[in-house]
Each structure stands twice: as structure tokens, then as C-alpha cells.
């Protein structure tokens, strides 16, 4: 039986109802008087004296004046550990709701400063010391290159622009890879420098295949 966190006459008061229950001590039989069981547990005399009033409550012992204290009841002995027990249990399951709802409470207050963040960085975003800005491009008809994809058309050499999506209609074609083709009304949108955007442009309004597009 776990004692942890009990008063020490609590603990006497166990100790002694479990010898009961174990027939240890057998019922009419007189236990040592108090200075005995002071010394045996190493306690104060008043200590053993409520650890007693306990027993004596629960009819588990009987104190008689001048006496002594006598073995009343094992069964009452053991209705009493099952009692203390299932109390214990109790207590055990309220010690260990409190803990999670501190823990509750901790990880909503991380999630609320986690959320507040997101929210201050959407606000505020961090401003990189050097971005490469963004362009769109759109495919003419008549272009060359249409039906092609981006690795034949060995696109970023030829411009050394990065292809970052291909707004078709309604749907954009993210991160696209070097598969993928291009068709008139594609709009490219890119990231480069400015001459980047200036070499795409020509590109895009090249008519026929020249030597930049060519090779392995």
C-alpha cells in the first residue's frame, strides 16, 4: 500500500491493521501497550495514541483503562485497508487530475504565445536584407516553344530566371519541374533579377528555336 504523503500516526494506524488483517495479532489478543509501540516505531507516545484512536473508531482495536489495547476485529482490520485504500485511490486520482490540468493550463498558455506570434509575425513579417522580386510573364500565340516543357526548352538557361509557378486559367502549376509544358495564355510567374525578367520577355517573343535553346 502506497503511504507516501500520510501522517506518521496515519502510517502507525496501517501498520497495525495490516498485522490484524494478517493474523499477526489475533483478535482478544493484547497488543503492546502505547510506550511500547512508541518505541517500537520510534515515535511519540501521543503519536501511537491517535494512530490507536483511529483503530478504536474503526472497532478494529477496543481500549480498555488500565488495561490496555486489545485485538477486536481482523475483519473490521480489513474493511478498514480497503477503506483507506480505495480512499487513497481517490486521492491518488485527484492528485493526478490536478497535475493535468496544470499541464492543461501550461500548454494552452504555450499554444496562446505560440498563436500570438504567428500573428504578430503576419503582421510584421521580418523583412529578408535581400529578396529577388517577383515577375509574370505571359505565353503568346505563335510562340515556338508551345506545347514544350521547361527542361527542352532549357528555360533557365536561357534566361536565368526561376520558373516558381504557371498560372493556367484558374489553376496555378506550383514549383513546377522541368517536365512541365507550356502553352499560349500560360502566364509564367518567376523570380529573378531585373535583367532576368528583361531576358524572359525576349525569350517569350522568340518565333523560331535559336542556339540558346539547343544543346544537351
Given at each position: 500500500?502506497?503511504?507516501?504523503?500520510?501522517?506518521?500516526?496515519?502510517?502507525?494506524?496501517?501498520?497495525?491493521?495490516?498485522?490484524?488483517?494478517?493474523?499477526?495479532?489475533?483478535?482478544?489478543?493484547?497488543?503492546?501497550?502505547?510506550?511500547?509501540?512508541?518505541?517500537?516505531?520510534?515515535?511519540?507516545?501521543?503519536?501511537?495514541?491517535?494512530?490507536?484512536?483511529?483503530?478504536?473508531?474503526?472497532?478494529?482495536?477496543?481500549?480498555?483503562?488500565?488495561?490496555?489495547?486489545?485485538?477486536?476485529?481482523?475483519?473490521?482490520?480489513?474493511?478498514?485497508?480497503?477503506?483507506?485504500?480505495?480512499?487513497?485511490?481517490?486521492?491518488?486520482?485527484?492528485?493526478?487530475?490536478?497535475?493535468?490540468?496544470?499541464?492543461?493550463?501550461?500548454?494552452?498558455?504555450?499554444?496562446?504565445?505560440?498563436?500570438?506570434?504567428?500573428?504578430?509575425?503576419?503582421?510584421?513579417p521580418v523583412q529578408p536584407a535581400e529578396t529577388l522580386p517577383t515577375f509574370s510573364c505571359r505565353v503568346p500565340d505563335g510562340w515556338y516553344g508551345i506545347g514544350k516543357n521547361l527542361g527542352d526548352l532549357r528555360f533557365w538557361q536561357a534566361t536565368g530566371a526561376t520558373v516558381a509557378a504557371i498560372r493556367r486559367g484558374?489553376?496555378?502549376?506550383?514549383?513546377?519541374?522541368?517536365?512541365?509544358?507550356?502553352?499560349?495564355?500560360?502566364?509564367?510567374?518567376?523570380?529573378?533579377?531585373?535583367?532576368?525578367?528583361?531576358?524572359?520577355?525576349?525569350?517569350?517573343?522568340?518565333?523560331?528555336?535559336?542556339?540558346?535553346?539547343?544543346?544537351?
Open positions: 500500500m502506497d503511504n507516501d504523503g500520510l501522517t506518521q500516526y496515519m502510517r502507525i494506524a496501517i501498520s497495525v491493521a495490516e498485522r490484524i488483517a494478517a493474523g499477526e495479532l489475533r483478535e482478544g489478543e493484547k497488543i503492546s501497550g502505547r510506550s511500547k509501540l512508541s518505541s517500537e516505531y520510534e515515535v511519540s507516545p501521543e503519536t501511537v495514541r491517535r494512530a490507536i484512536q483511529l483503530l478504536s473508531d474503526m472497532r478494529v482495536v477496543a481500549v480498555k483503562e488500565q488495561s490496555g489495547v486489545y485485538v477486536l476485529s481482523a475483519d473490521n482490520a480489513k474493511r478498514y485497508l480497503q477503506n483507506f485504500e480505495n480512499r487513497a485511490d481517490l486521492m491518488s486520482k485527484r492528485r493526478k487530475l490536478r497535475e493535468l490540468i496544470e499541464e492543461k493550463e501550461a500548454l494552452n498558455r504555450r499554444m496562446g504565445e505560440l498563436c500570438q506570434s504567428i500573428l504578430e509575425d503576419t503582421l510584421y484558374t489553376t496555378d502549376i506550383l514549383s513546377p519541374g522541368p517536365y512541365a509544358e507550356l502553352y499560349a495564355g500560360d502566364t509564367v510567374i518567376f523570380v529573378g533579377e531585373k535583367k532576368a525578367k528583361e531576358a524572359v520577355e525576349r525569350f517569350l517573343n522568340t518565333e523560331q528555336e535559336t542556339g540558346s535553346g539547343k544543346g544537351p
